[in-house]
């Protein structure tokens, strides 16, 4: 099972570099390459997925560092993947996606939060601040707003378990947990979800049933 969805993600993000680089290298005809942070005007023509203006790139920047800050490369697009679907499902701005009240643990107020224990054992919580954002971050969003690559992932296990009801990949994954951070309770209430798929730290899902 992981092993098939490792293959496919590594198929999916081989094609969606080798896209980029084209895109890049057509562009470098006529001016030098950048490496500052795509602007979102940039951004409109090269990721048709997703576009986000200047705020919501930056606050999905936070998401991804508060939520998924540990996590690989692509453990980090997929869960901005699952931000950009719910926020398609509901019909909402990505702004109200990013500050839904209990949507996301690491946002309070406003904000984002590294949540962690340091070195003495005590229990910090540090608001992610624009200057933690890193290039790694910044292609992480721009690789989400690309593509959803949850999608492929969550029909890949629906094949596996022999289930063809497209409720539960079709749209993509709205929804995801780490079952080592959450309580008893709240993990017990997903042990009955019928089609998800792990990746890093994370279990990804688009239904609850």
């Keep these: 099972m992981r092993k098939t969805q490792a293959l496919i993600l ?8 080798l896209n980029t680089m084209v895109v890049r ?11 500052e942070m795509v602007a979102p005007e940039n951004t409109q023509n090269t990721n048709p997925y997703c576009i986000m203006s200047e705020e919501e790139f930056e606050f999905a920047c936070k998401i991804v560092i508060g939520e998924a800050g540990n996590q690989d490369f692509m453990g980090k697009v997929l869960v ?22 209990g949507r996301y643990s690491s946002v309070k107020n406003g904000n984002v939060y590294l949540m962690y224990t340091n070195a003495d054992g005590k229990y910090v919580e540090e608001i992610v601040s624009a200057d933690m954002i890193t290039d790694e971050i910044k292609q992480a969003v721009e690789t989400a707003c690309s593509k959803d690559f949850t999608e492929e992932l969550l029909k890949a296990a629906a094949d596996q378990q022999g289930c063809s009801d497209e409720q539960y ?3 993509g994954a709205r929804f995801f947990y780490n079952p080592d951070a959450i ?12 089609l998800s798929f792990e990746y890093g730290d994370h279990v990804f899902y688009r239904v609850w049933d």
């Design 10 to 17: 590594m198929v999916l993000l081989f094609n969606c570099l």
């Design 25 to 35: 290298a057509e562009e470098s005809n006529n001016q030098e390459l950048q490496t």
């Design 80 to 101: 901005l993947n699952c931000s950009i679907n719910n926020a398609k499902e509901l019909g909402i701005s990505l702004m109200e996606e990013f500050t839904m009240k």
């Design 169 to 171: 990949y079709v749209g």
């Design 183 to 194: 309580s008893k309770n709240r993990k017990a209430e997903r042990e009955n979800i019928t």
